[in-house]
C-alpha cells in the first residue's frame, strides 16, 4: 500500500496518510531534495548539526524526523558509527544501501513515538509537514528525551525578504510566495513555522535555547564570490521545485487545474 502513490496533475504524492503532506515525492522531487540539501549544508559552513556532538561525546540514539531521501540521517550515521539512527518518513524513497547503524521506518511523526528515549531528535526543511509542529513534535521530542539529550530544528522562513527595504509588494515572486503561506495554512500544514521555534522549545520545557540566523540569498546579487554562487544555487532549487511546492496546495485549497496553475 505504501507504493501505491496517489497521481494527481503529473505528479505523485505519498500513499501512507494519503493528503496529509502536499508535496510529491516522484524522482524529480527527490533530485530536487538532495541539491537542495547540498546547497543548506554549504550555507551552513558544511555542518551535519550544531548540537554539541563529537567524537568524545555522541547520541546514543538518534531520531531525524521527516527524513526525506534520508541523505542527513546516512552521512550522521557515517560520522557517528556508534550511533543508532532512525529516519522517519511518509514515503519509502530512502536508498537501499546505507550503513548498519541507520535504519528507516515508514511512519507518521505525529503519532505516539515508541523508539524511545532519544538522545538527540533532528528536523530539516519540514515546511508543511504538520498541523501542528509544537506540540506533534516538539512536545513529544522533549517527552522522549533522555537527560542531557538535545532537539535541533535547521528550518527555513519561505518568505523572501530584503535587506534594503527596496522589494516592492506587488514583486511576483512575494505575492506567490505569500499566497503559497495562506493556502498553507488554509490546509493546516503552515510552511513558516521556522519564526517561532525558538519560544515554542521554550514553551515546551527545552532550557539552553539557541538560535542561529542564516541568510540565504537568492540569484546572483551577492558581491562574494560564495554567496553568489549560492544564491545561484537556491535560484535553480526554487525554479526546479516551484512546480512541486504550487501544484499541491494550489489545487486542493484553491480548486485550481494545472492549466491555471502552470503557464507553459
Same mark, same amino acid.
Given at each position: 500500500m505504501i507504493h501505491r502513490y496517489r497521481l494527481e496533475n503529473g505528479r505523485t504524492y505519498h500513499a501512507y496518510r494519503d493528503g496529509s503532506y502536499h508535496y510529491p515525492n516522484d524522482a524529480r522531487e527527490q533530485e530536487r531534495l538532495n541539491w537542495q540539501y547540498d546547497v543548506l549544508h554549504d550555507v551552513m559552513g558544511r555542518r551535519l548539526y550544531f548540537a554539541p556532538w563529537s567524537r568524545k561525546k555522541w547520541p546514543r540514539?538518534?531520531?531525524? /524526523?521527516?527524513?526525506? =531521501?534520508?541523505? %542527513?540521517?546516512?552521512?550522521?550515521?557515517?560520522?557517528?558509527?556508534?550511533?543508532?539512527?532512525?529516519?522517519?518518513?511518509?514515503?519509502?524513497?530512502?536508498?537501499?544501501?546505507?550503513?548498519?547503524?541507520?535504519?528507516?521506518? /515508514?511512519?507518521?511523526? =505525529?503519532?505516539? %513515538?515508541?523508539d524511545g528515549p532519544f538522545d538527540y531528535v533532528h528536523t530539516r526543511m519540514t515546511l508543511g509537514c504538520w498541523e501542528n509542529m509544537q506540540m506533534s513534535i516538539l512536545q513529544q521530542a522533549f517527552d522522549n528525551l533522555r537527560p542531557g539529550g538535545w532537539c535541533e530544528s535547521q528550518e527555513m522562513v519561505p518568505i523572501p525578504d530584503c535587506d534594503d527595504g527596496t522589494m516592492p509588494p506587488d514583486f511576483s515572486f512575494l505575492q506567490w510566495a505569500t499566497e503559497l503561506d495562506y493556502a498553507s495554512l488554509q490546509a493546516n500544514r503552515p510552511i513558516s513555522d521556522g519564526q517561532y521555534l525558538k519560544r515554542w522549545y521554550t514553551e515546551v520545557g527545552f532550557v539552553d535555547v539557541h538560535e542561529e540566523i542564516l541568510k540565504v540569498p537568492l540569484n546572483g546579487w551577492p558581491s562574494d564570490r560564495r554567496n553568489k554562487e549560492i544564491g545561484m544555487r537556491w535560484l535553480c532549487n526554487l525554479q526546479d521545485g516551484l512546480s512541486g511546492f504550487t501544484l499541491g496546495l494550489h489545487h486542493r485549497v484553491y480548486g485550481r487545474t494545472q492549466e491555471e496553475i502552470e503557464v507553459r
Amino acid at each position: 500500500m505504501i507504493h501505491r502513490y496517489r497521481l494527481e496533475n503529473g505528479r505523485t504524492y505519498h500513499a501512507y496518510r494519503d493528503g496529509s503532506y502536499h508535496y510529491p515525492n516522484d524522482a524529480r522531487e527527490q533530485e530536487r531534495l538532495n541539491w537542495q540539501y547540498d546547497v543548506l549544508h554549504d550555507v551552513m559552513g558544511r555542518r551535519l548539526y550544531f548540537a554539541p556532538w563529537s567524537r568524545k561525546k555522541w547520541p546514543r540514539k538518534v531520531l531525524d /524526523i521527516a527524513t526525506g =531521501t534520508g541523505k %542527513w540521517a546516512i552521512e550522521f550515521a557515517d560520522e557517528f558509527p556508534e550511533s543508532q539512527v532512525i529516519g522517519t518518513e511518509l514515503s519509502p524513497i530512502q536508498p537501499d544501501e546505507y550503513s548498519p547503524n541507520v535504519e528507516f521506518h /515508514i511512519d507518521d511523526s =505525529t503519532y505516539n %513515538w515508541q523508539d524511545g528515549p532519544f538522545d538527540y531528535v533532528h528536523t530539516r526543511m519540514t515546511l508543511g509537514c504538520w498541523e501542528n509542529m509544537q506540540m506533534s513534535i516538539l512536545q513529544q521530542a522533549f517527552d522522549n528525551l533522555r537527560p542531557g539529550g538535545w532537539c535541533e530544528s535547521q528550518e527555513m522562513v519561505p518568505i523572501p525578504d530584503c535587506d534594503d527595504g527596496t522589494m516592492p509588494p506587488d514583486f511576483s515572486f512575494l505575492q506567490w510566495a505569500t499566497e503559497l503561506d495562506y493556502a498553507s495554512l488554509q490546509a493546516n500544514r503552515p510552511i513558516s513555522d521556522g519564526q517561532y521555534l525558538k519560544r515554542w522549545y521554550t514553551e515546551v520545557g527545552f532550557v539552553d535555547v539557541h538560535e542561529e540566523i542564516l541568510k540565504v540569498p537568492l540569484n546572483g546579487w551577492p558581491s562574494d564570490r560564495r554567496n553568489k554562487e549560492i544564491g545561484m544555487r537556491w535560484l535553480c532549487n526554487l525554479q526546479d521545485g516551484l512546480s512541486g511546492f504550487t501544484l499541491g496546495l494550489h489545487h486542493r485549497v484553491y480548486g485550481r487545474t494545472q492549466e491555471e496553475i502552470e503557464v507553459r
